[in-house]
């Protein structure tokens, strides 16, 4: 049997690493969900790692109440949505013009659906025809490009009921069909 | 029909460019640079911890001690007669019935407790001898013994004197002077 000084110091010892392994596990399990998360909104690898650490950090400030957190990977997905938007700076360098005449010139060329995505043109046209939806549409978007994230975690991320993200993810889609339509054709016109 | 295929190229493509939009790859070692960095704040952390309940540890103990000393009351020594008192000492102890009679009468006075410097004089042995006697030194004892042997050896004082007194001094006796004239005077004395 212990004395009650070393019993209680080891107790401590036994909650404190198991708060650390804890950590240690999240971090193992959710960084790259996190940093895709933050990356979807920031659209930068450096600014997106900049984002899980900011996000991971706020973990270890509020680890008292990360044991009674139900959904763990939607908890840390909302942070790191706030944590990006607060980081979310200007957008990038690639004009719409450029990117629709070169996703045009590649169409033009026979290229596939799928090539062309690959693009880095087609990358920039997307983010800049997202970042016109309105505010609603664009939030449920962007994040059900994660694909790790489901419509339920979508919704707790967002507060919003589970229905209204899938309505709003069906609005955005068709608002988006109907932006790069309009764009090729535009390009097609010149 | 051109259009139907144009519908599903552009369907095609959005599902294809959404599913990598946010696929990104992070740069090798993501979660090894987070724990890194998570350990070093938990670290921050815990060293900040440590050190506010260091201060306030210190600070509860300078506020503890500082109440002890302001609060606790100093025990009045009473006066003790000193083995060899003085005698204003002992006129203070015992004084006269009428300086007794003076000092009940007189307004009472702030008296200042005595230091503790004052008690341990009070309470100290003095010696008898100021400075204490010691043994002599071997130079010591060696002038004593010269000036023993000295006192010793030497003539008494009263019979010097009769030895002085009996010694005859011959009178003095003073005879007129008789001065002779220069030879030129003897000539001419009216120059």
Redesign the interface.
């Known amino acids: 049997m212990h004395a009650p000084g070393i019993g209680t110091l080891s107790g401590l010892r036994t909650i404190a690493d198991a708060a ?1 392994e804890d ?2 596990a999240a ?2 399990q959710y ?2 969900t996190v ?3 933050a ?2 909104v920031l659209r930068n ?1 450096h600014d ?2 900049d984002a ?2 900011e996000t ?2 706020r973990l ?1 400030r509020h680890q008292k109440g990360w044991a009674a957190v139900r959904d763990r990977r939607a908890w840390l997905a909302r942070v790191a949505w706030r944590v990006a938007l607060d980081r979310r700076r200007a957008a990038p360098q690639i004009s719409l013009e450029d990117a629709a005449g070169a996703v045009r010139d590649l ?1 033009a060329a026979g290229a596939g ?2 090539e ?3 693009r880095e043109q ?2 920039a046209l ?2 800049k025809l ?1 970042a016109t939806l309105p505010e609603d549409l664009r939030n449920v ?2 994040l ?4 790790e994230l489901t419509s339920p975690e979508i919704a707790e991320v967002l507060g919003v009921p589970e229905g209204s993200v899938r309505e709003r993810l069906m609005r955005a ?1 068709g608002l ?2 109907e932006k ?2 309009r764009c ?1 054709e535009r390009n097609d016109a010149r | 029909m051109p259009d139907e295929r ?1 519908d599903n ?16 790859v ?2 090798e070692g ?2 090894g ?3 890194a ?2 350990r070093s ?2 670290a921050a ?1 815990s060293s900040r911890k440590w050190a506010w309940a260091l201060a306030a540890g210190v600070a509860a103990a300078v506020v503890i001690i500082a109440g002890i000393a302001i609060r606790k009351p100093v025990p009045s020594r009473p006066m003790t007669a000193l083995p060899h008192a003085s005698e204003p000492q002992r006129i203070a102890e015992n004084p006269p019935a009428g300086l007794a009679a003076a000092l009940r009468t007189a307004p009472a006075r702030h008296r200042s407790r005595p230091s503790k410097g004052k008690a341990q004089l009070a309470n100290a042995h003095w010696p008898e001898q100021f400075p204490t006697p010691a043994p002599l030194s071997e130079q010591e004892k060696l002038l004593l013994a010269y000036a023993r042997w000295m006192a010793s050896s030497a003539p008494k004082g009263p019979a010097v004197e009769e030895q002085q007194d009996k010694v005859e001094i011959p009178l003095l006796t003073i005879t007129a002077l008789n001065i002779s004239p220069l030879e030129g005077e003897k000539d001419n004395p009216e120059k």
Not at chain 1, 144 to 147: D, N, R
Not at chain 2, 12 to 21: G, H, P, V
């Open positions: 650390g950590l240690e971090v193992e960084a790259r940093y895709r998360v990356y979807s690898h997106a790692e899980v650490q991971f950090l270890v169409r659906p799928d062309i995505a690959e087609m990358s997307l983010a997202v978007v962007t059900s490009t994660v694909e889609r988006l069909k790069l339509s090729l | 144009d190229f552009l369907d095609e493509l959005l599902d294809a460019s959404l599913r990598r939009y946010s696929a990104a992070p740069r993501l979660e640079r987070v724990l960095q998570l704040a938990r952390k």
